[in-house]
């Protein structure tokens, strides 16, 4: 059996060691399980402590101390992991145990211990290579799809402007007929992969099936310089309905995460940067329950070098920058969240907020969603107007607070500005997002 050729391989240093280590171990243990006489399996635990040598020497990272351990005999065997029911080390059947990396191999399994060691040796090679890890979301992060059959009548032409599935490499917009789909890759996705991938280990997590999320990578890596096989569906998480790095081999210390959607990340949100929605299609508009028309229906699109990726890539590189600056010293401690609340915080710096009757009467402002939203990306809150306040942020223009920023010729916005900022992690203009511009959208949308 050949477990490197036929499942998917991390590229890597852990995952390429974890794939010749259970190609190598699985043929020893499947021999083993033979019943050898004395004499063979004298001479067989020589071999596979030969191999096991063999193995750990091929890897960079690995110490003295890994190799007298992985060189005992099958008696200690601490079982790091198995393939089906069998222990890839020594062949003894287990129950069922560990967490499962079903895009690696579909049957393979790892214990906590051995996850750890692996994540170890990556995050240690990786950061002599001076590179982090990055799990990109696909629906509305990097692409749009929609199911045939809900295109409208607008975009009807759409069929007629899409690309070769032979030759993905400058396309944007595919049909898939024999899934009855059609993607629209978002703008700047191109120059996005190939940069990010000069800081980061890349992974797509998807709450799409296995088979969508295999086809989605090979339009935005037809070639397979960015992804390998790190491609992970809603098929190999270990949570329903959630997204987790349990399933990913890298230290969350070291680990970003680009998504659209915040509740699919609850136990991760410091490696979190949330991305604005790509709406391309009008089934997307639909399904968020957005009111506005699509960029397709608008014959639209959203800017390649002021677009979200292009926000993001900007964002990421000052992150990996910070994470690398002084690289004389130990970074074996640091931790890309903190670099990441360094950025949010310079978003809104220098700016003093205060709320006026945008929070519930009764409820306490300091504990509001967009009080901490603001607080993040670096903003002062308070509750009462002062010589000091740059900002009043209203639903009303009527109200004392808002006057009072008229006359004082401050600022008055609506809460869409500190959405804006968190979203795009700039500050936005504030004429965009005035009282004035709130009420012609809210009259637009109704008509």
């Not at 968020?288 to 002021?306: A, I, N, Q, R, T």
């Amino acid at each position: 059996m050949s477990v490197a050729s036929d499942s998917p391989v991390h590229s890597s240093s852990s995952s390429d060691d974890l794939a010749a280590f259970l190609d190598a171990e699985l043929d020893s243990a499947s021999d083993a399980s033979s019943g050898p006489s004395e004499e063979e399996e004298e001479a067989e635990d020589d071999e596979e402590s030969g191999l096991k040598r063999r193995k750990l020497e091929h890897l960079e990272t690995v110490d003295e101390e890994e190799i007298e351990e992985a060189s005992s005999s099958k008696g200690e065997c601490q079982h790091p992991g198995s393939f089906g029911n069998m222990c890839f080390v020594c062949g003894q059947k287990l129950e069922e145990t560990g967490v499962s990396f079903r895009y690696i191999h579909k049957e393979m399994r790892l214990n906590e211990d051995e996850i750890s060691r692996l994540r170890d040796s990556d995050s240690r090679f990786l950061q002599r290579q001076r590179k982090l890890y990055l799990v990109l979301d696909l629906d509305h992060t990097l692409l749009n799809s929609t199911v045939l059959r809900d295109l409208k009548p607008e975009e009807e032409y759409l069929k007629s402007h899409t690309h070769s599935l032979q030759d993905v490499s400058g396309g944007s917009l595919f049909m898939l007929e024999f899934m009855q789909m059609m993607t629209k890759l978002r703008p700047f996705v191109h120059s996005f992969l190939k940069e990010a991938s000069e800081m980061f280990v890349m992974y797509i997590y998807t709450m799409g099936d296995r088979a969508y999320a295999r086809q989605m990578a090979k339009l935005l890596d037809p070639k397979g310089e960015y992804f390998g096989d790190r491609v992970i569906s809603r098929d190999d998480g270990t949570v329903r309905h959630q997204k987790s790095l349990d399933v990913v081999l890298g230290q969350e210390s070291a680990v970003l995460i680009l998504d659209d959607t915040e509740n699919a990340w609850p136990n991760h949100k410091d490696n979190l940067i949330v991305i604005e929605r790509y709406h391309f299609f009008a089934s997307s508009c639909r399904q968020f329950d957005h009111k506005y028309k699509s960029l397709s229906e608008l014959k639209s699109d959203e800017s390649e070098p002021e677009g979200a990726l292009a926000t993001v890539l900007k964002v990421l590189k000052q992150a990996h920058a910070l994470f690398f600056e002084n690289v004389d010293e130990d970074i074996s401690n640091r931790d890309v969240r903190s670099m990441l609340k360094q950025v949010r915080k310079e978003v809104l710096k220098g700016c003093k907020v205060v709320f006026s009757r945008v929070f519930p009467t009764k409820a306490k402002p300091e504990d509001h969603p967009l009080w901490k939203m603001a607080e993040e990306l670096g903003a002062t809150c308070a509750t009462e107007v002062d010589a000091s306040v740059t900002h009043v942020v209203a639903m009303d223009v009527g109200t004392e607070k808002a006057r009072w920023a008229v006359r004082e010729k401050k600022y008055v916005v609506h809460r869409g500005w500190i959405d804006a900022a968190n979203y795009l992690w700039k500050k936005q203009p504030e004429e965009n997002f005035s009282l004035e511009q709130l009420k012609k959208q809210q009259v637009a949308e109704e008509e």
